[in-house]
């Protein structure tokens, strides 16, 4: 059953550029500030309050991650990479440990990375021993010539750059693994249209960021569809679909994979901004809020732009969801209802 396309009420917040302080010679820098995702997949009556906690806890820790490399001075490709392992390492979410199972039990997972500055990218996608997705997605762009590889060649290039592999049974997590017994049960009992319908637990993890030069960054990481079949890829690795950042705009979706690859959706976002001259809100919620329901799909995104804007839409029970601006406070949010708290002269 489709899930109703409900708004999301949260509003796309403006941070204003910040000039330095140490004179006019000096480019301004931009006010970083750094926006993720957990996947729009809340479904409030399966979370328990400890799960709740967990994913409130690693989502400020994410944050936290990826601030600190913004404060740094470093790029925002690096507060992208390390707030996603955060969130991979985190059995909460749909990616690295914790990802949903295939139909044949396995985790497969996909991951991609995009440097708004260059347009240099990075995607893997169905790779089953690499901890961290994210990461190999970067080292495909940084050092392959390739833009995607895929499945056991994608692990063997990991393994040629000295990236280490982990058993398999690294991302298996309980409460995963029955959510994959249900589908199939209700596929067996023939409940649900089709293979996909019956469990649609949206987790993937996402983040975009803005560094202090003013450059962008996108990336995603996912294990896909529970009950996926036949080495399906979704939209996360997929540039354009998923993931995607320029030099003006930078976004990460979480959803029905499908819908989202066929409105290529993260791209249509940017193409909204650059050649409408529409606002990140108004572009992410064209999109997320019309585009994708309309076509019968659902789920959310982040998308900011090169002047801190930012917008979350998603038309489902929830997102997990959070900012963090160059105070370095952490702001989070789950469910529909909640509120986000907004940037400070916004
Ligand atoms: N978009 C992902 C996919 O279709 C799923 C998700 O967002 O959780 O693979």
Redesign the pocket.
Not at 201 to 204: I, L, M, Q, S, Y
Not at 253 to 257: A, D, H, S
């Given at each position: 059953m489709h899930m109703k396309n409900l708004l999301s009420g949260i509003a796309a917040m403006p941070l204003l550029m910040s000039a330095t302080l140490a004179g006019a010679a000096d480019a301004p820098a931009a006010r970083t500030v750094l926006v993720i995702h957990g996947?729009?997949?809340v479904e409030r009556a399966n979370l328990t309050a400890e799960d709740e906690k967990e994913a409130r806890a690693a989502l400020e820790a994410a944050l936290r991650a990826g601030h600190a490399e913004l404060a740094a001075g470093k790029p925002a490709l690096d507060a992208v990479s390390a707030a996603i392992v955060v969130l991979e390492d985190s059995p909460q979410f749909?990616a690295g440990r914790g990802a949903v199972f295939t139909h044949d039990g396995k985790n497969e997972l996909?991951a991609a990375i995009m440097d708004g500055a260059t347009r240099r990218a990075g995607a893997i996608a169905g790779v089953q021993r690499i901890k961290n997705p994210i990461a190999l997605a970067r080292a495909v762009m940084e050092k392959s010539p390739h833009v995607m590889l895929t499945g056991a060649g994608a692990e063997t290039f990991a393994q040629s750059i000295g990236m280490a592999l982990v058993d398999p049974s690294y991302f298996r997590i309980e409460k995963r693994w029955q959510q994959l017994q249900k589908a199939l049960k209700e596929e067996q009992d023939k409940k649900a249209h089709t293979d996909i319908e019956t469990a649609k637990?949206?987790?993937?993890v996402g983040a975009v960021a803005l560094d202090a030069k003013g450059h962008l960054a996108a990336g995603t990481s996912?294990g896909?569809?529970t009950n996926k079949r036949w080495g399906r890829v979704?939209?996360?690795p997929i540039i354009g679909a998923?993931t995607y950042a320029n030099a003006s705009c930078a976004v990460s979706?979480?959803?029905?994979?499908e819908f989202?690859i066929r409105a290529v959706a993260a791209h249509d976002i940017c193409a909204r901004v650059e050649y409408k001259g529409q606002s990140v809100r108004e572009a992410a919620e064209a999109v997320i809020d019309k585009e994708i329901p309309a076509a019968g799909g659902d789920?959310g995104a982040i998308a900011l732009d090169r002047n801190g804007h930012f917008a979350l839409p998603f038309n489902t029970e929830g997102m997990y969801r959070g900012w963090i601006g160059a105070d370095g406070v952490p702001h989070v949010a789950i469910y529909k209802e909640e509120k986000l708290a907004e940037p400070a002269g916004g």
């Open positions: 996947g729009a997949g749909n996909d637990h949206f987790g993937t996912t896909g569809m979704g939209d996360s998923g979706g979480t959803g029905w994979g989202y789920g």
